[in-house]
Structure formats: structure tokens, C-alpha cells
């Protein structure tokens, strides 16, 4: 090897270090304001977790209000940066509304979880995803909800104890617990 192609390698070396030596800096600098967001992000959840805990110590206390889905509440709090304007805004009590009416004066429309859980309770064997989801487009047309969103929903109702999960080979299928029921698993 000759002089010149060992300096010639020599600098392609030290080019390719000094060049992820740079990428590792931004990737450090990176990260140290994501873990930066986090935190301002873990001090608002706990502080929105206090304030949950205090109202929890009124005996007398009302229910929460219910907030609709389509409140425009609901969006800001989720598009607002993190920090302090995020704290403001998540922990601004937000107006109480007419019970069944959302935010533009319409009739509040029924939890999707509690339509499956009522599709679901008018059979006694298995039902799949597919043929909830079908029959909900079919008796609530204004409802339109992707396959994805169904069975999510299914699989929270699950979580929460209110319906069963049945596998056969690959496919998942749900009943409906009834009140009073035993849970068998």
C-alpha cells in the first residue's frame, strides 16, 4: 500500500467519524428534547391526576359532565403544545351542557361500545366483528365506524368486563356478559 492511498483512506476515516460523530449529536439533541417534552407531558398527567384525586374527595360531588365527542374541547386540548398553555387547557373546566344535546345544539348520539354491547346482547352464541359491525351499519345508518375502530371498541369492551372474547382457530368472536354472570375463564 502506498503512502497516498493509505492518506487517502486515512481521510475517508476520519470524514465517516466525523460525520457520525455529527448525526450522533443531532440524534442527541433530539432525544434530549423529546425526553424534555415527555416530562413537561408526565407533570401535566400528574397534575391532571391530582386534581381528579381531590374531586374524587367530595362526598357529595356530582358526576363529572359528560363531554361529546364532537366538543371542539376535546381537539384543542389534543393540538395544544405541551407545557403550560397544554396545563391550562387540559385543566380548564369546560362548560356543562344540556345532557343529550353535543356542542352544536344536536341530539348526543349513543356511545358506540354501548350500541355493540346492545347488538351483542340479542344473541346467545358468538358473534364475530364482521356481523356486529354489518348489523350496527345496517340499523344505524348514520353511524359509519372502519372495521379497525369495531373491533377496537369490542376489545375495550372486553377490558372494561363487559363482553367475552372466544378464539376459534383465527377467528375472535364476543359475547356479551350478562349482570350477575360468573366469569368462567
Request: aromatic content about 2%; cysteine-free; hydrophobic content about 30%.
Amino acid at each position: 500500500m502506498t503512502s497516498q492511498s493509505a492518506a487517502s483512506l486515512r481521510s475517508r476515516y476520519v470524514a465517516q467519524a466525523a460525520s457520525d460523530l455529527e448525526e450522533n449529536r443531532q440524534k442527541q439533541q433530539e432525544l434530549a428534547e423529546r425526553i424534555s417534552v415527555l416530562k413537561q407531558e408526565e407533570a401535566l398527567l400528574a397534575e391532571i391526576l391530582n386534581v381528579a384525586e381531590r374531586y374524587e374527595g367530595f362526598t357529595d360531588a356530582p358526576r363529572l359532565p359528560e363531554q361529546s365527542q364532537n366538543d371542539p374541547t376535546v381537539t384543542k386540548a389534543k393540538r395544544a403544545p405541551a407545557g403550560n398553555a397544554a396545563r391550562r387547557a387540559a385543566t380548564k373546566p369546560t362548560p356543562a351542557k344540556a345532557p343529550q344535546t353535543g356542542s352544536k345544539g344536536k341530539p348526543q348520539q349513543p356511545l358506540l361500545g354501548d350500541l355493540l354491547a346492545e347488538l351483542l346482547g340479542q344473541y346467545e352464541e358468538p358473534r364475530l366483528a364482521k356481523e356486529l359491525r354489518d348489523e350496527l351499519l345496517e340499523k344505524h345508518p348514520d353511524r359509519t365506524p372502519t372495521p379497525q375502530v369495531v373491533r377496537n371498541t369490542l376489545e375495550s369492551l372486553v377490558a372494561k368486563g363487559r363482553i367475552q372474547r372466544h378464539k376459534q382457530q383465527r377467528s375472535v368472536m364476543y359475547t356479551l356478559i350478562k349482570p350477575g354472570e360468573a366469569d368462567t375463564d
